[in-house]
């Protein structure tokens, strides 16, 4: 586990309320469509996905706000109905999970025990970077989780 300072990204992005009990069936193939927006809008892409959780504890039926991002280098065109954002600065302790997405619950959990451990303050905020996607065989899937704190 690491303690970072991330810097402020562009990102275009879609916001949305779910719970992690609807999180699969409510994000459905938006990751899709925002890359498609990228490819149409002809953007660079500057980093891997990004989904950043609002408000979530953990609980299956507790209702949190999810920013699906991809981070780019320049706004150019009609994003709709995305929209061109910001991620601020996050300061964050972070860990990176190998494998399946079903077993990111075990990273937060060590992260959430570091945070308390160490008596930092958490911020509400976590993030999860997807920097290898493979949806054939997840146990191959690369994703950062990272839990703000302040």
């Not at 300072?5 to 990102?11: D, F, G, R, S, T």
């Not at 929209?83 to 972070?94: G, N, P, R, V």
């Amino acid at each position: 586990m690491t303690t970072k300072n991330e810097k402020e990204i562009l990102v275009l992005k879609t916001s949305l309320s779910t719970t992690l009990e609807k999180l699969v069936s409510d994000t459905g193939s938006i990751s899709e469509s925002l890359m498609q927006k990228v490819s149409e809008l002809n953007l660079e892409i500057g980093a891997s996905l990004v989904w950043q959780y609002r408000n979530c504890d953990g609980r299956p039926d507790t209702v949190f706000d999810l920013e699906m991002c991809i981070p780019i280098k320049e706004m150019k065109g009609d994003p709709s109905p995305f929209q061109y954002s910001s991620l601020k600065e996050f300061k964050c302790i972070a860990t990176t999970h190998h494998g399946s997405w079903s077993r990111l619950s075990s990273c937060y959990e060590k992260l959430m025990g570091f945070l308390y451990s160490n008596k930092y303050n958490y911020t509400g905020i976590s993030r999860e970077i997807y920097h290898v996607c493979d949806f054939e065989n997840q146990d191959n899937c690369i994703t950062e989780v990272q839990v703000g704190i302040q």
